[in-house]
């Protein structure tokens, strides 16, 4: 029988609240909000608390970069326990280009099943790694913001920051046609994904 990896936590401030960070020596399991808990991020047993992991100290240092508009993409080992499609769809939104925003339904169609949007909106409720795997870049065919485990104010909120960061970092304006508090959808990204049988036997990290 298989043994289950040893768990790391530590916890670490940021702008959005104190976020629980939690990895095995494999790479990061999971970014815990504020006053969510741990079972509902898919992680069983007790964590060891251990500040001083590299994934965690990496994990620590990458969202200080990203909060400070000085990182648009993570680069951090992902350990992700989920079902087959769960971990499809919570890898494909590491493909959402920072400051941008796609819907459920073009996630869906990206994996390669387009009538699966509400399973594709399913399985982001249940991205056990918030902000690295940007499920907040995800919104509904309306524009509308939709569920957010950390709550639709600080959904807005992240939205907002990214678009500040790129009106900083260019002149020019942003990609499709802006919605709400600044943020754009982008029209084409998902329009050539690779199907989600291929896409599985990609590596998480």
């Given at each position: 029988m298989q043994t289950k990896p040893m768990l790391h936590s530590t916890t670490h401030a940021t702008p959005v609240g104190e976020l629980t960070l939690v990895a095995s020596d494999r790479g990061l399991r999971a970014v815990v909000w504020p006053k969510a808990?741990?079972?509902?991020?898919?992680?069983?047993?007790?964590?060891?608390?251990?500040?001083?992991?590299?994934?965690?100290?990496?994990?620590?240092?990458?969202?200080?970069?990203?909060?400070?508009?000085?990182?648009?993409?993570?680069?951090?080992?992902?350990?992700?326990?989920?079902?087959?499609?769960?971990?499809?769809?919570w890898r494909s939104l590491a493909e959402i280009p920072f400051g941008t925003t796609t819907t459920y339904g073009r996630q869906a169609a990206g994996l390669g099943i387009p009538t699966a949007a509400r399973a594709v909106g399913a399985a982001n409720g249940a991205n056990p790694v918030c902000i690295v795997l940007p499920c907040h870049r995800v919104i509904g065919s309306d524009g509308s913001l939709t569920?957010?485990?950390?709550?639709?104010?600080?959904?807005?909120?992240?939205?907002?920051?990214?678009?500040?960061?790129?009106?900083?970092?260019?002149?020019?304006?942003?990609?499709?046609?802006?919605?709400?508090?600044?943020?754009?959808?982008?029209?084409?990204?998902?329009?050539?994904?690779?199907?989600?049988?291929?896409?599985?036997?990609?590596?998480?990290?």
């Amino acid at each position: 029988m298989q043994t289950k990896p040893m768990l790391h936590s530590t916890t670490h401030a940021t702008p959005v609240g104190e976020l629980t960070l939690v990895a095995s020596d494999r790479g990061l399991r999971a970014v815990v909000w504020p006053k969510a808990s741990l079972r509902g991020a898919g992680v069983s047993g007790r964590p060891h608390r251990d500040p001083d992991h590299l994934i965690l100290k990496t994990t620590a240092s990458q969202l200080d970069e990203y909060f400070a508009g000085e990182r648009t993409a993570f680069d951090i080992p992902l350990d992700l326990e989920g079902t087959r499609f769960q971990v499809a769809a919570w890898r494909s939104l590491a493909e959402i280009p920072f400051g941008t925003t796609t819907t459920y339904g073009r996630q869906a169609a990206g994996l390669g099943i387009p009538t699966a949007a509400r399973a594709v909106g399913a399985a982001n409720g249940a991205n056990p790694v918030c902000i690295v795997l940007p499920c907040h870049r995800v919104i509904g065919s309306d524009g509308s913001l939709t569920g957010f485990g950390g709550g639709l104010p600080v959904k807005q909120w992240l939205l907002d920051h990214e678009a500040r960061v790129l009106a900083a970092s260019s002149p020019s304006p942003l990609a499709g046609e802006g919605r709400g508090g600044g943020y754009s959808i982008d029209s084409t990204q998902w329009q050539h994904r690779l199907p989600v049988q291929t896409r599985l036997s990609m590596p998480v990290a």
